[in-house]
């Protein structure tokens, strides 16, 4: 097996090996080749310090990424688990990490994937946060979204809304426990720098000039995915989450797609709101973390 961080020649590699581990450990694949992209775009990305890349011979058996403050990605492909190479890659993940003056080690992992999760509570890795992928599929076009008076949801504006849509994601996800912060640039390159991106996959609620609001939409060939959602602190309590998801529907009506789908963890309590909308639950994954 020979390793080398990921370049972008890999990202198709890796995405059909990232792919193929998901079908096999879930039944179905999420992952494109435009969210790798759409990562090794952000700014504070070092590749040659926070990917690797392991192939037998062409093929790629093993990828594993830094992202953020903590997070790690890591996957094995089923064919080649049970020959040391998961572990080697852990190794390799908690050396990037403390390379890279991280005190975290944070994955996420499905509840199916047993021996991922057995590799790591062995190595001292705790439970903490659950993690639900919701999805729901459209039958007809969803009504106009019901909004408060003086409110109203409106296209993003490129080059006038970016800095205020990041303040309002930034200062919302803030909110939770150990939350990670993500720098404007990075941000901007993953959300706004995504393969395909146009200012109408973002919906933007606002109450007058401000911004109090927006649901960031990732469009793929076949689905819509609620990337981000998010309100600001003095205007919840008043149905705006509720009427940006109702956006969000209606946008993929729009864009031809029927299947809506997002994550959340535990630490948002937004699960009831996506169930009250008809979203269930279709895949359960955990966080585990290790202080490095």
């Known amino acids: 097996m020979k390793h080398a961080p990921l370049s972008p020649d890999d990202a198709a590699d890796v995405a059909r090996m990232w792919r193929a581990c998901e079908l096999h450990d879930d039944g179905r694949a999420l992952i494109t080749q435009e969210d790798i992209v759409a990562v090794l775009q952000r700014p504070s990305m070092d590749r040659e310090r926070d990917t690797v890349v392991a192939r037998d011979g062409d093929e790629v058996v093993a990828f594993g990424m830094l992202h953020g403050e903590r997070f790690v990605f890591a996957n094995v492909l089923p064919s080649h688990r049970g020959r040391g190479i998961g572990a080697w890659l852990l190794r390799w993940t908690e050396d990037a990490g403390r390379a890279a003056a991280r005190t975290w080690s944070c994955q996420k992992l499905s509840e199916n994937k047993h021996a991922a999760i057995a590799l790591l509570e062995a190595a001292g890795y705790e439970r903490r946060w659950e993690d639900w992928t919701f999805d729901i599929e459209l039958a007809h076009e969803p009504d106009p979204p019901a909004l408060p008076p003086g409110y109203a949801i409106r296209a993003f504006l490129s080059g ?15 909110e939770w426990p150990d939350a990670e ?39 793929e060939e076949e689905d819509v995915w609620v990337g981000q959602l998010a309100v600001a602190r003095a205007h919840r309590g008043r149905g705006l989450a509720r009427a940006l998801l109702v956006y969000a529907f209606a ?42």
């Open 181 to 219: 912060e993500d720098a404007f640039d990075d941000w901007a390159a993953q959300a706004l720098g995504r393969p395909g991106f146009a200012p109408e996959h973002i919906g933007v609620a606002v109450r007058g000039d401000e911004i109090v609001g927006a649901a960031v939409l990732i469009v």
């Open 160 to 174: 006038r809304d970016d800095r205020d849509v990041h303040r309002v994601i930034e200062e919302a996800f803030g």
């Open 251 to 292: 946008s993929a009506w729009r864009f031809g797609r029927r299947h809506v789908g997002l994550s959340t963890d535990a630490r948002t309590g937004a699960r009831g709101l996506y169930e009250h909308v008809g979203m269930r639950v279709t895949r359960t994954s955990r966080e585990y973390a290790k202080r490095l």
